[in-house]
């Protein structure tokens, strides 16, 4: 898509509408346009270059096989976050973000397999062995880790990076990926400060049809990283059939080989055994005449 084109896009969907100026914060200086009727607004061209690098670094993380975790709680971006998130296959928080998600990943990590123990108890028929009482304690607590966690139920270990949308509301993740050196993805809106946030997109983060945008364009990035992913592998495997069709069509030509090698070692041996032999028995020959030749003419003497 053209620049232009983009920047029409992004204009469509509202997403150079920034914050209140009273409300604003100064570090996003460098991504407003202009000041209209109170409001501060983007410089679309400016979040379209950086929607492009976040894309280009965000691909590259899918197709190196691992995870991207999408935090957003606010009403209105919870859905499509959901949506977009899980049509890429990639985990996500969109009720309550919970403390120590990342600094305290393997308590989490507990609490996801909780879940999967209460859903063998079901299987195996534990679960009728409880009284009422116990089993209607359990489904709520199975509710409420799904409510919380289900999203990243798949998640074995620490993302490779954060999108976040909204990165006032989400300080608490925030801080935790800046602890643990995690990459941050968000939309920055302009009463948000730009400077913990490794991969800034300005933009606005509170209409639905903004987020929307956004979201689409990112989460289609990421889809075609799993999809060089996915190719990649096809030739890897491709690539492997060869070879040992290769090895096994090689495997003649090198016993063919060896063959020839073992003549042409044994023929030099013969040849040079049979040229020396003669040579020095000729040569043994002609000393022992010569010794008796002298006896028997002094003989005749």
Do not use: C
């Not at 983007?42 to 995870?67: C, D, F, H, V, W």
């Not at 949506?83 to 120590?100: H, L, S, V």
């Not at 801080?175 to 050196?181: G, V």
């Amino acid at each position: 898509m053209a620049n232009n084109d983009q920047v029409k896009v992004l204009l469509d969907a509202g997403v150079h509408f920034g914050h209140l100026t009273r409300k604003w914060n100064p570090n996003m200086a460098p991504y407003i346009y202009m000041e209209r009727n109170g409001i501060h607004i983007i410089n679309l061209y400016k979040t379209a270059a950086k929607i492009e690098e976040a894309n280009e670094a965000l691909k590259k993380i899918a197709a190196s096989g691992r995870k991207i975790l999408f935090v957003a709680t606010k009403k209105q971006a919870k859905d499509i976050v959901a949506e977009k998130a899980k049509n890429a296959n990639m985990p996500y928080i969109t009720e309550r973000w919970p403390g120590g998600m990342l600094t305290n990943f393997v308590t989490i990590r507990k609490a996801v397999k909780k879940m999967a123990t209460i859903d063998r108890m079901k299987q195996d028929g534990t679960f009728m062995t409880l009284s009422k009482k116990e089993r209607l304690a359990v489904d709520r607590l199975r509710a409420k880790l799904e409510k919380n966690l289900g999203s990243i139920s798949e998640m074995s270990r620490l993302p490779a990076a954060l999108f976040i949308v909204d990165t006032t509301r989400e300080h608490i993740a925030v801080k935790e990926a800046l602890k643990l050196n995690i990459p941050i993805f968000a939309m920055v809106d302009t009463n948000s400060d730009p400077r913990e946030i490794d991969y800034v997109i300005p933009s606005n983060d509170d209409a639905s049809k903004s987020i929307d945008n956004i979201m689409s364009s990112v989460t289609n990035a990421i889809i075609e990283g799993l999809a060089e992913r996915k190719a990649g592998a096809a030739k890897d495997e491709e690539g492997e059939g060869n070879d040992q069709n290769t090895e096994a069509g090689k495997a003649p030509a090198a016993e063919g080989k060896k063959a020839p090698r073992k003549r042409t070692a044994a023929a030099p041996e013969a040849s040079t055994k049979e040229v020396k032999a003669p040579a020095a028995e000729g040569e043994k020959a002609p000393r022992q005449r010569a010794a008796a030749a002298p006896e028997a003419s002094s003989e005749e003497e």
